[in-house]
């Protein structure tokens, strides 16, 4: 049979034409990767599938860009000689060469997952780097997985088929406005790239990453099913990669520091209600109560509310985000995993297999929720809060009312907290809820008509601290109507720390202070203690308060133990700040820094490095007994009880 004559379309249609074939494309490789390795995903409905096929798109189409951006680029050039054969001959052959090796990178995962049970990340550069015998590997693998090498030869044969189904219409003689006018274009169509390659346009999206696919899934290890290979190997290629470390036998390194944590007794289970409250950039410096000792006693901070809570409820003398940022936090309070170098949602190890306070509480019959006035999507909180294992989100799309948004990042404080306390109103008893505020937040708007209602500081941030202060009063002043607030235990707390005004908070333990409340209005559960309480704390904190009887996995210690050799970390451009006792030891990761007396030092100007060895050593100890539980359990996918 003759072979027809392929048809000339305009070249911005060519263009648009051969982007959905190798979407078409990159879908049935999806396709084909879960019917290779269905067996590995069990429990998946037709429209659960059809979902994660949809959610696929998005990251098909940030890869597709990356490995497309050449052709596009050369596509919208201005340029005359754009249309001759021996151009569009080049651009034809950079198209089917580049999209076959990402192809390629999805087939392999056809037969490597089953091994790894992950996506390839751009870890495997350096898995197989040291390897002396690469070309044997590849060989072996090839003859195992011949039936792969026939399916990608009929695959890349099927694409170039499509791709030759049409050619570019030539044009004629262009005058300058045509030029202008695919000058416009070019710079239209950069936009939408970037826009594809970030997942979104709106000011509040970053970039997508591995962790994003958790929005379409029910479970961390479906995310493969969402993902493909080459966007993981992109996302990845300035990933941190985890070293393993041996400085103790796993049973002296259990002795020291052993984030399985037991039941510690036959107490009863209490069932009480949990409602996390993480307020954006509350650093500990703007709560008046918690520094009484500022300004000769005359300080006052901007939170008259929760100096008003601090005397009813229980905190902590030094208490610690584990990060700077807002997407460090959600894992750390939730799951009791800080990150580490980089944040743990957008690490490699995203994908492991965790838990979370959500999830071990919701196995008891706990209804679980996440309240965030930001658009549904931003920070990738939807997604993780899915993997957490919380079943309801409620955002700005289920707040509805967009003449309550703020502009930039969602709803504000005061009503969102409304709608929160109303909403958990019609849980079931008990439930697990946490709430992530918005309005302290970059540019510092205030709803107009409280505009000079509250005291303005030397920073910014602190007024619209007082705006959410009175939010949370409000939210208070309506939950105490409400049957459920007497069996709730509230956490207070931060997602981090920010700019900073006194000289005492401008210290590397003073970047990372924030406050830490718990407050149980239908107990006696009152005081302060002098210890050290952080971010991955509040998981078993909480957890053992409730006397929850099963082992489970948390890098952080229960606060209300008498051991007094619990620890905080937290790790910022690779250097590791670790506190324990009265003290503050600065590592790189491999040498000790400095040390410093935080009691009788509180600016750290001091090192006693040299003068205080055994310190020193004791907290080395310990630091390298987190390095190693940390390091290892991530790389091994162990942070779960088995």
């Known amino acids: ?78 340029i005359p000689f754009k249309y001759n054969e021996g151009y569009q001959r080049f651009c034809k052959w950079l198209f089917i060469i580049s999209n076959s090796i990402g192809i390629l990178a999805n087939f392999a995962d056809f037969a490597y997952y089953k091994y790894t049970l992950k996506r390839t990340t751009a870890t495997v550069f350096s898995q197989f780097g040291n390897e002396q015998n690469k070309f044997k590997l590849l060989v072996d693998f090839l003859s195992d997985y011949w039936y792969l090498i026939i399916l990608y030869a009929a695959f890349i044969w099927f694409f ?79 990933s941190s990669r985890l070293k393993p470390v041996n400085y103790y036998d796993e049973q002296i390194l259990n002795s020291i520091y052993n984030p399985i944590h037991q039941p510690a007794d036959t107490a009863a289970f209490k069932k009480l209600n949990v409602v996390f409250l993480i307020i954006e950039s509350l650093g500990k410096e703007h709560i008046g109560g918690l520094n009484k000792d500022l300004m000769d006693g005359k300080y006052k901070g901007y939170t008259p509310f929760i100096d008003s809570l601090i005397p009813q409820g229980y905190t902590f003398t030094h208490t610690y985000a584990n990060g700077r940022k807002s997407i460090d936090a959600l894992p750390s309070i939730i799951s009791g995993i800080p990150s580490i170098r980089e944040p743990f949602v957008l690490s490699v190890y995203s994908g492991n297999k965790t838990t979370s306070i959500a999830k071990l509480l919701g196995d008891e019959g706990y209804e679980t929720a996440f309240f965030h006035g930001a658009p549904n999507g931003s920070m990738g909180f939807s997604s993780y809060t899915n993997l ?51 309005s302290s937040h970059h540019p510092f708007k205030l709803p107009e008509k409280y505009v000079g209602k509250f005291p303005k500081g030397p920073l910014p941030v602190q007024e619209l601290l007082g705006y959410t202060d009175m939010a949370l009063r409000n939210f208070f002043k309506t939950a105490e109507t409400m049957p459920w607030y007497k069996n ?96 503050l030891l600065i590592n790189d990761g ?53």
């Open 1 to 78: 049979m003759k072979r027809k004559n392929p048809i000339a379309v305009n070249l911005y249609l060519a263009l648009a034409y051969r982007f959905l074939i190798i979407m078409e494309l990159y879908t049935l490789c999806r396709i084909a990767f879960y019917a290779f390795n269905h067996t590995l995903f069990q429990h998946i409905t037709l429209p659960k599938y059809l979902y994660i096929l949809w959610g696929g798109l998005k990251f098909d189409v940030s890869a597709l860009i990356y490995i497309n951006a050449i052709f596009i680029f050369l596509h919208l050039l201005p």
């Open 160 to 238: 170039i088929r499509l791709y030759d189904k049409i050619t570019i219409k030539k044009e004629s003689r262009l005058k300058w406005p045509a030029y202008l006018i695919q000058t416009v274009v070019m710079a239209a169509v950069a936009v939408l790239c970037i826009v594809g390659v970030r997942g979104g346009w709106g000011s509040e999206t970053r970039p997508i990453t591995l962790s994003n696919a958790g929005e379409f899934v029910d479970t961390p290890d479906q995310m493969s099913l969402v993902l493909n290979t080459p966007f993981c190997i992109f996302r990845t290629l300035k």
């Open 388 to 438: 957490a294992g919380i079943k309801h989100y409620y955002g700005l799309n289920e707040y509805g009312k967009t003449s309550d948004f703020d502009g930039t990042w969602g709803i504000w404080d005061d009503p969102f907290m409304q709608y929160m306390a109303k909403t958990m109103n019609t849980l079931k008893q008990p439930f697990f809820s946490a709430f992530f505020s918005v």
């Open 488 to 583: 709730t235990l509230f956490v207070l707390c931060a997602d981090h720390a920010t700019v900073s005004y006194f000289p005492e908070y401008q210290t590397t333990p003073g970047y990372f202070s924030i406050p830490i409340l718990l407050y149980y209005p239908g107990g006696n559960l009152k005081g302060k203690t002098d210890k050290i309480m952080q971010q991955i704390d509040i998981m078993p904190t909480v957890l053992n308060y409730l006397n929850y009887d099963k082992p489970y996995f948390a890098l952080g210690f229960d606060a209300f133990n008498k051991n007094p050799d619990n620890f905080a970390v937290n790790n910022n451009d690779g250097t590791f700040s670790f506190y324990q006792g009265d003290y």
């Open 590 to 642: 491999k040498i000790n820094l400095s040390l410093y007396n935080l009691k009788t030092d509180r600016l750290t100007k001091n090192n006693l490095l040299d003068k205080e060895p055994l310190v020193t050593a004791k907290m080395e100890k310990y630091l390298k007994a987190f390095i190693q539980q940390y390091n290892n359990r991530m790389i091994e996918n162990k942070l779960t009880v088995k």
